[in-house]
């Protein structure tokens, strides 16, 4: 069975790092890309980029280009999603999914929230 | 960029009646557009993929058409627990866009 299982959530402080995680089992990890989407409160779905784990070949949406950062570890099945210093308009839902053509398996998603 | 625009932004039906949404894409996108459910504190799940087909566990009564820039999303009988934003979802030369999504009411 096909998961995706998110890191939990996270209160962060503005100027602060983070890095999230994205874990996938069930199916060759190395073979699919991995994207992520983010969801601002009471908003649509945004996608921000992806990334092909076995080379770390990444594609950035431009909106996120510079903002973020997508990594991945062949070695643990997981990829990342970093921030070096958070804004408070960085709170959202962020989801990351296995992409086959299209989003196909989607991770639970992981809730920042970024307050003073 | 590629722009996909969704209507209408709200649909209320009783159970039963039909349903059809629409995807517009300010651009030829061919067949590479994809269609999602996403209920209330869930995650998305993809419903319909390359603009008519159906994904895998997916109820008969979704389908899909379309091509180039207009594209309908149809629930032939609406079941409650349809309930959910419906997106759609473009591929094309290395991005990727969604439509602002359609609200699903149960009258």
């Known amino acids: 069975e096909v998961q995706l299982v998110q890191s939990g959530a996270e209160v962060k402080k503005p100027g602060e790092s983070l890095k999230i995680s994205c874990k996938g089992s069930?199916?060759?990890?190395?073979?699919?890309?991995i994207g992520w989407v983010r969801q601002m409160p009471g908003k649509g779905l945004e996608w921000m980029g992806v990334?092909?784990?076995?080379?770390?070949?990444?594609r950035y949406s431009p909106s996120f280009q510079g903002q973020v950062t997508i990594s991945a570890d062949k070695s643990i099945n997981t990829a990342y999603l970093q921030w070096s210093s958070l804004k408070a308009s960085d709170t959202a839902m962020y989801y990351c999914?296995?992409?086959?053509?299209?989003?196909?398996?989607w991770g639970q998603g992981s809730l920042v929230t970024v307050s003073s | 960029e590629i722009v996909l625009t969704q209507s209408p932004a709200t649909l209320s039906l009783s159970p039963g009646e039909r349903a059809t949404l629409s995807c517009r894409a300010s651009?030829?996108?061919?067949?590479?557009l994809a269609w999602y459910q996403q209920k209330p504190g869930q995650a998305p799940r993809l419903l319909i993929h390359?603009?008519?087909s159906r994904a895998t566990g997916i109820p008969a009564r979704f389908s899909g058409s379309g091509s180039g820039t207009d594209f309908t999303l149809t629930i032939s009988s609406l079941e409650p627990e349809d309930v959910a934003v419906y997106y759609c979802?473009?591929?094309?030369?290395?991005?990727?866009?969604f439509g602002g999504g359609t609200k699903v009411e149960i009258k």
């Open positions: 999914a296995r992409l086959d053509g299209t989003f196909d398996y």
């Open positions: 069930g199916y060759i990890f190395t073979s699919y890309w």
């Open positions: 990334i092909y784990p076995d080379d770390s070949d990444t």
């Open positions: 651009q030829s996108v061919s067949s590479y």
């Open positions: 390359d603009a008519s």
């Open positions: 979802q473009q591929r094309t030369n290395w991005l990727f866009t």
